[in-house]
């Protein structure tokens, strides 16, 4: 690949963009709750169009980077456009514009600070995902952090405080063990944090042992963004009491931001070949299979529905993991477009569970018979991520499924396949029932034989806000176009696979 | 040389020389005196500012009062870490004099008005010499003149908690300042000289000795009292709680710092720290002792009630940090403790007038009475909450590069224990800043006692506030040229 590396103020433009929605809240009028909030939605499209902007260039295999501030040597805030960075800054602002919309029906009261931290958590991970290096990458990561805390707790419930109580202590943790991580990095890395093509640490400047620290503590750091078990505690928590929106994008975004994370250090920080050498992957592996397993066997169990779908979030971001501790091409391909294809399906998921809570005041599925005759469109959404999210062909889903399939045989370790289709199972026993329920079962279904059915008719058109049905129809849409047209250009495969390329020639 | 030569003494004696004429403007005009005050410290910060670059190649800008040359005169000398400190000193003292007039015209009775600005440029402009002079006598002078100046300043409101808080302080900070003095005394009895650079001259040919090690050792206790070093550290909480907020600002954020500072000063200009034989056991001990208090202050202050006290514990911790930078002996951790005195002479100043706005306007003291408080306060809160922040040492405040370098210092030096201390006191610094945060702005404030619109501090007070927590951000981000110098100088040190 050509290193074409231009300066380029538009990364910093599409970090400080979402402030706009800071100035708009704070200067419109009081009463002007429309116009305010839709502000703010314009404030996320625009967003979404700069970073768009930078499109043609990122294929192109130009990188742009812009320097904000230097400490020393080697430890620089910095911001540069990488493929992947790109790839994770697209999907991030595509479903912050979607879920920014859907949040201006969705929230009925003190949505200033909902908005205002929304629009700040998208800056921050923004800036996540346009970071040169580890230390720019964990000072994003922390604001995120503490960004996110008041969508999480936004409701005020009792629930809600202990739910971002859990988290803060979840995240401090986290945010301690990466401080560690970084700092052993710096000193065993030779004062380098950069992110290179094929990794910068090497045996020459420091002992096995040494950089084996450096990785779990890294694997620790992001792990409990990442939802690895067993750092997952603040997960299932956190999701049924945020605001569907912020759950959204708490499982679309804000999970995956560790999972880049465990990206940038397997890919640009150790690099495959050290990897494979320090049989790290290893650890990573299992951790990965099990929790798979397990969050899915979890899933099993809830009744709560947003609840359900935060065990299967936990599972899923693992399909990640797990595709990243293959050291396969196919497998890292899967592992990494996975990233996108998650956030679609479980941001979906998501909006469709607020859209009932809204709606019906349902929180339970033992409770939602026959809710898809009154919501049938975000039912019928909803019934096409969940098939996707168990691999059904066409959907993103599947590809996902295919790829690390395909993986795990060229990495010669078919075990991973059966976890896969054990996953695939057990997605499915978590997800039809739902369907089941919201469809083929209604009020008064249990009637005697004989006795009249009074099956409900399709409400169409008298459900939900257009602000509410629209980002779930094309969220919806996305996981079967994504799905079918997959080398589209902008569409995953076509960053991923020139970052795979390049390291699994 | 130019003129920026008498700099360095002209931003001492300003301060200490209008300190001194500023009780006749009292008893003419009194309402004069606290703009007054702020002209000598204007002048110092201004005098500071104009010496940045003018630092010459050898290090150290040396000033010989009265033209005597040392080490019989009196030597003022002002290396890249000294002028550094001169200048943090400056900014806070100024920004805690720009404060103080509507607070202390609130908590200070008439009488005392005058007396508490003549102390506060004392103070001030002892600080300022204690950080710059060249001979350890002088050392012990203005440290007397700060320490006696504390004394009464916490004292000030007179009323009976305050003055037994200052008693309290009196009964640890006079033994010390003995102890300080028979310390000078037995190196003076070694070596036959006063001057720092001539006392490094003469410890390094004359090697160990026992009273190199016992004058050494009373170092060590004498200013770790002043620094409020564990387990010396028992007359701080009072003190910096019952104090004035302002003066709890000076003296958390400035007075245990130029103490540590001092030490630093011993340990590597005067007894060379390559010279293990006397520092070496004595070092080991701080190294502990100074875990200790990351992790004895951090759990203290978790369980205060009294917002001040909180904070005052948090500072014991913090202390702790610095010495661990101090005794990690490589320029990262050096570096890490003295950027860790800009910040949290920032963040810890911040804090404490935040409290006092707090308590300006509403009279509160307890933590539990900011459930809410954000919504008559927000500025007070923000500035607060930017301050807590560089406390925990959270990006992209100034506390997380410092908390950085002192890591990555314990490192280098191989001392893994005490770089997971500093990561545990990061984790309960998080629990006790992130508790007041949490009541500020999460917490329903069901007493009512917080009214939208009722009004924050006024401006003369929320501006230092906003300042200091611009400060931490600033400096977090903009850390590179500072940390590059201070780097260099501590090379220079070692």
Known sequence: MPDKSAFSVIPLVAVLLPWFSLVVITASPKKARGLRLWLCALGALATFGVVLSLLPGILDGNTYTIKLASVVEGLEMRLTVDTLGYYFSLILAFLWLLATVYSISYIDHKENRFFVFMALCESFLIGCAFSANMFTYFIFYELMTFGSYPLIIHEETAMARRAGYKYLVYAISAGTVLFFAIVAHYFWGDGQLGFGSYGVLSLEFAGRAALMTVFFTYLAGFGVKAAIMPLHGWVPDAHPAAPSPASALLSGVILKAGAFGIIRVCFNVFGVELMRDLKVHVVMAVLACITIVVASVFALTQDNLKRRLAYSSIGQVSYIILGLSMLSHDGALGGVMHLTHHALMKGCLFLCAGVILVKTGKKNISDMKGIGYKLPITMICFSVCALAMMGTPPSVGFITKWLLGSGSLEAGLPVYVIVLLVSALLNAAYFLPIIYTAFFRWEGDEAEEGEEHHRPKLAFGKEADHEMVVPIVILAALVVIVGIWVTVPGFPYSFVSKVVGIIFP | MGAYRHFPILMITVPLVCAVLLPFLGYLRERWVPRAALVPLSVSTLLGLLLVGKIPAQGYLSYHLGGWEPPFGIEIRVDYIGLFLLLVVCGISLLAMVFSPRYIGKEVSGGRLTAYYVLFLLMSGAMLGFV??????????????????????????????????????????????????????????????????????????????????????????????????????????????????????????????????????????????????????????????????????????????????????????????????????????????????????????????????????????????????????????????????????????????????????????????????????????????????????????????????????????????????????????????????LLKAAAFLL
């Open chain 2, 132 to 485: 710059a002079t060249g001979d350890v006598f002088n050392l012990f002078v203005f440290m007397e003149i700060l320490a006696l100046t504390s004394y009464a300043l916490v004292a000030i409101t007179g009323n009976r908690n305050a003055v037994r808080a200052a008693f309290k302080y009196l009964l640890m900070g006079a033994p010390s300042s003995i102890m300080v003095l028979l310390a000078i005394g037995l190196l003076y009895s070694a070596t036959g000289s006063l001057n720092m650079a001539d006392l490094s001259a003469r410890i390094a040919e004359s090697g160990y000795t026992e009273v190199l090690v016992v004058s050494f050792i009373l170092f060590v206790i004498g200013f770790g009292v002043k620094a409020a070093l564990f387990p010396l550290h028992m007359w701080l909480p009072d003190a910096h709680s019952i104090a004035p907020s302002p003066i709890s600002a000076m003296l958390s954020g400035l007075l245990v710092e130029v103490s540590a500072f001092a030490l630093l000063r011993l340990t590597f200009s005067v007894f060379t720290a390559g010279n293990d034989a006397i520092i070496g056991g004595t070092s080991e001990a701080v190294s502990v002792f100074a875990a200790a208090a990351v992790l004895y202050g951090g759990i203290m202050a978790i369980m205060q009630k009294d917002l001040k006290v909180m904070i005052a514990y948090s500072t014991i911790s913090h202390i702790g940090y610095i010495f661990l930078g101090i005794t990690s002996f490589t320029k990262e951790g050096l570096a890490g403790a003295m950027y860790h005195m800009l910040d949290h002479g920032l963040a810890k100043a911040c804090l404490f007038l935040c409290a006092g706005c707090i308590i300006y306007v509403k009279g509160y003291r307890r933590i539990e009475d900011l459930k809410g408080a954000w919504r008559q306060m927000p500025w007070t809160c923000f500035a607060f909450s930017v301050a807590a922040i560089s406390v925990i040492g959270i990006p992209p405040t100034a506390g997380f590069i410092s908390k950085f370098y002192l890591i990555y210092g314990n490192f280098t030096a191989e001392r893994w224990p005490y770089a997971l201390v500093l990561l545990v006191g990061a984790i309960l610094a998080a629990v006790y800043c992130l508790r007041v945060i949490y009541y500020m702005f999460f917490q329903p404030d069901k007493r009512g006692a917080w009214e939208e619109g009722g009004g924050d501090a006024p401006a003369s007070m929320l501006a230092p506030v906003c300042l200091l927590a611009a400060g931490t951000l600033f400096f977090g981000v903009f850390s590179g040229l500072i940390i590059d110098s």
